[in-house]
């Protein structure tokens, strides 16, 4: 079902130019002008959960571009500033400028799920990438499993960490599909392989100066942390990197007083936290795939085609969990020794 093979390596290639741009014309939530749109194409919106972190502006760049190359002309993106009622407003903002389609990536899963509703009711299909929504009206959800992300970071705990270590847990949003599928499968996998291990979670519902406030109370109180481990790399990497400096606690992988750190995304941030020394592994996100085929989705969504349940042509496998269809595209774990893989999006974008 992929219907973009072949621009792939140039999308990538041109997409650093675009990603500064899309993070400041992103900036605009809600009713900002047409000034994304092209002539000539059927006219889609992208509406964005929030743009303050180089994932999401990466995604939305990829996404925007993704859609100029299928012929699409894309409204400006919106960004809600993790505000579900005002990413609501978004998606009728995008739909009354002429959107024939929707892009969302959801703040909320559920919180989302009436205005998807809604919005497919009067005939325009919405496809979410990189989160999913929790409704059986959307086209389909196209990401990486949380589940298989949550449980590679736990299994990298093998050998890393003492058996009575003490791990903090910074978790994203849970009312997301996301942020709770990290999470929980993180927490049962320890619980199950790691008896005599205690996880300490705080969520920081993906907010950056949220998740650096935490950091900085539970490690500057004088509990003793072997892991800080993180549902975001991203969004709280360069915070927790910064507080541990802060507090005297930020030393090499392989020296005495290191603090395992693991994260999840695959930022430029982590990368080099990983070359550093500093950050033990992270869980890469298919960033680039998963905007491929959100797009490529949509252009079949509105050329009347269907989603099946099953294996699929790039790679990765569509589940139906009662009636809503998710295409879940795999990860990549990277350590010191595939840091430098272009397949990994921090990497290229």
Sequence with gaps: MSF??????????????????AALTGCAAGGGGDAGTEEGGTVIGIANAFLGNSFN???????TQYSKDAGFAPLEP??????SSQQISDVQSLISRGAKGILLTPNDSDAL????????????????PNIGVNTDKVFVNVRPSGIEMGTLQCEALEGNIPDDAQIFYVAGFLSDSTGRERWESFNDCVSKNFPGVTVTMKEAKWDPVES??????????GQQYDALVLASDSVYGPGALSTLKKLNLLFPVGEDGHIYLSGIDGSPEGLQA???????????QPLVQQCEQAVAYLKLALEGGTVEAGPTDHDSEIIDDGGVLTDFIPALFVTIDNVDDEAIWGNTV
């Design 113 to 128: 799920a009436g205005v998807v509703d809604s919005t497919v009711s009067q005939g325009i299909p919405v496809v979410t």
């Design 274 to 284: 990983i070359r550093d020394g500093y950050m033990d592994n992270l869980v890469a």
């Design 57 to 63: 502006q990466a995604a939305v760049a990829l996404l």
């Design 4 to 21: 973009l093979p072949s621009r792939r390596r140039a999308t990538v290639l041109a997409t650093a130019a675009i990603v500064a741009t």
């Design 78 to 83: 919106t960004n809600a500033d993790g505000d």
């Design 212 to 221: 650096t406030t935490i950091i900085e109370t539970a490690f500057g109180s």
